[in-house]
């Protein structure tokens, strides 16, 4: 049997901290201390070379149990739908009118952070409702 493997999520964006900021209000993340010998992040992005500066940002589960989320300054945009997109489970074992109660309040908490209300899914014969969103660079994800 193989052994379970650490990971972190890493998305590429435009301004690292501004979205990482965001998703620590979206999932009650944290960030991080900053490195030994420095008071805040913005004296260590101070301390590094112009082109670093503000080039990457942590994030993580204040409990050890979720996944560290790496945000890493890129040159392009975003242009075409993600491969990938993080499912926020605010609705989990809640069905009907119920369901779509929880996942409306959890995107009426999230537009005001900027997020983007893109879609609702209806349910359907093999899956409850959920409800596509943007993060603030229009990165997809889903209330779930």
């Known amino acids: 049997m193989a052994s379970i493997k650490q990971f972190q999520v890493t998305f590429d964006c435009a301004e690292p901290e501004r979205v990482a900021r965001f998703w620590c209000e979206v999932l009650g993340y944290v960030v991080p201390r900053p490195p030994e010998g420095f008071a805040t992040w913005d004296a260590f992005n101070r301390s590094s070379a112009p082109e670093d500066q503000g080039a990457a940002f942590t994030c993580g589960d204040p409990s050890g149990v979720g996944p560290r989320l790496y945000f890493q300054r890129v040159p392009e945009g975003k ?16 069905v009907g009118e119920e369901r779509l109660a929880a996942l409306e309040a959890e995107c009426a908490r999230l537009i005001p952070l900027g997020a983007v209300r893109v879609q609702l899914l209806p349910a359907d014969d093999d899956n409850e409702s959920c409800l ?3 993060d603030i660079e229009g990165n997809e994800f889903c209330l779930d």
């Open 79 to 94: 242009v075409v739908k993600n491969r990938l997109h993080l499912d926020v489970r605010v609705a989990t074992g809640l």
């Open 132 to 134: 596509v969103m943007q």
